[in-house]
């Protein structure tokens, strides 16, 4: 009789986490700069936008589906393709192919990511502070940008510039965290 023995193997990839929130938090903190009125909306934003939000983040997310982990994945894809697509709704207009965004369908773009973060808050009430604090933050960073979008009012757009900066810099030591003290992280 042939013995059979099971084979079990031990992941050693690396976590992608700390680049998908690290990607997040430092485009989120330039972007908020921006909406508090103290950098302007120039290339540097916009490049970043499209490298380190948008494709580093996407990266990370594909690089968490490697790893089985559904909720990362969801997370660090669909918020690189938020990048990815608010510089296009920037930048396309300026082609003269399409028509800027009005205020009230920016209202609604930001509206619909604000409930889909609001819902990934939700499931991170099964995680760490940290991230409820990322997701939480993020949550009310859309629907204040929606606010500001419908309003144009100069006050919201800066209180929401002032939470765009905690949820940045939230990532970021989410982020750094994990490098940091690999052993306390998720």
Not at 112 to 117: E, H, I, R, S
């Amino acid at each position: 009789m042939q013995e059979t023995k099971e084979l079990t193997f031990k992941d050693q990839t690396a976590n992608p986490a700390p680049l998908g929130l690290l990607a997040f938090g430092m485009t989120t903190v330039l972007l908020n700069l921006h909406n508090l009125g103290l950098l302007a909306m120039s290339g540097m934003i916009l490049a970043m936008g499209v490298f380190y939000g948008g494709i580093a983040q996407v990266i990370a997310g594909v690089l968490e589906w490697k790893k089985g982990n559904t909720f990362g994945t969801l997370a660090f894809t669909s918020y690189g393709m938020f990048w990815l697509s608010l510089v296009f709704l920037v930048v396309l207009p300026k082609t003269g192919l399409v028509a800027a965004a009005d205020p009230a369908s920016m209202a609604a773009f930001l509206l619909l990511w604000g409930v889909f973060t609001l819902l990934m808050f939700v499931g991170t009430l099964k995680h760490d502070r940290m991230s409820q604090v990322i997701f939480g933050t993020l949550t009310l960073l859309f629907f204040l940008l929606a606010a500001a979008e419908l309003t144009a009012s100069a006050t919201v757009l800066h209180i929401a510039g002032v939470v765009g900066l905690i949820c940045g810099a939230s990532a970021m030591a989410g982020g750094m965290k994990q490098v940091l003290c690999p052993a306390a992280a998720h």
